[in-house]
């Protein structure tokens, strides 16, 4: 089975922190993704990478940058972080789709971070 | 994401009843996706659909991709309890692109 571990379920940080989420898969998925989810508005993509040191920004990047350095490990990061980056942070990863396409997502548990 | 519309937003069913989510989109769909999610958990992967008209089961659930490619729905036929959660439509809008969202539809069922 897929598996795709982030690494912190549960996180409390104060407004200006550096925040690091991990996220590392095991199946040697190329394509690798960050979301966020809030209430009413379903999930945004916030980056993805579908190559080692490849990124590309998703619908809402302002204020986050990732690094791919690794084909298995994925990294959101939050320069100074702020109230409204207050979410539930998921992560997911896939192979590309025989017909094209991202295809089928394998999402991690989530990482809820709270920023005071 | 508003380039994909869910309704309806919540849905609350008697245990055994049948019951539809749909998800819309003004863009031809290159790929379809359902998920369900438990509350403050990851998404679980249901079901893609592709090709205009397709239709694909799972136990007791359906989801259909009209022909037009731009509607899908998600049928539910006597649901139980364990189907209670949060049922999320993604799509391909862009060939070869990142998956967009819906909204999200909460389903409770009462026993």
């Known amino acids: 089975d897929v598996k795709v571990t982030q690494s912190s379920r549960y996180l409390v940080k104060r407004t200006g922190e550096k925040v690091f989420l991990e996220c590392v898969q095991d199946?040697?998925?190329?394509?690798m993704f960050w979301y966020r989810q809030d209430p009413g508005l379903g999930l945004r993509l916030i980056y993805f990478?579908?190559?080692?040191?490849?990124?590309e920004k998703g619908d809402i990047p302002e204020g986050y940058s990732v690094s791919r350095e690794k084909k298995e490990r994925f990294s959101l990061i939050l320069e100074s972080a702020s109230t409204n980056q207050t979410s539930m942070y998921l992560c997911?990863?896939?192979?590309?789709?025989?017909?094209?396409?991202?295809?089928?997502?394998?999402f991690g548990e989530g990482s809820r971070l709270t920023v005071l | 994401s508003q380039e994909l519309e869910q309704s309806p937003q919540s849905l609350i069913v008697q245990e055994g009843k049948n019951l539809t989510i749909n998800c819309t989109s003004s863009?031809?769909?290159?790929?379809l996706y359902w998920y369900k999610q438990k509350y403050g958990e990851g998404l679980i992967f249901l079901m893609m659909?592709?090709?205009?008209?397709e239709e694909k089961s799972h136990e007791k659930i359906t989801a259909k991709l009209d022909e037009k490619k731009q509607q899908s729905s998600l049928h539910i036929t006597a649901s139980q309890p364990s189907h209670a959660g949060i049922y999320l439509c993604?799509?391909?809008?862009?060939?070869?692109?990142?998956?967009?969202f819906g909204a999200g539809t909460i389903l409770r069922v009462k026993s």
């Open positions: 863009k031809t769909l290159y790929g």
């Open positions: 990478s579908y190559d080692v040191k490849m990124k």
């Open positions: 993604g799509a391909d809008m862009e060939y070869g692109n990142k998956l967009v």
């Open positions: 997911a990863s896939s192979l590309w789709s025989l017909a094209g396409g991202p295809g089928e997502l394998f």
């Open positions: 199946m040697d998925h190329e394509n």
């Open positions: 659909l592709q090709k205009g008209g």
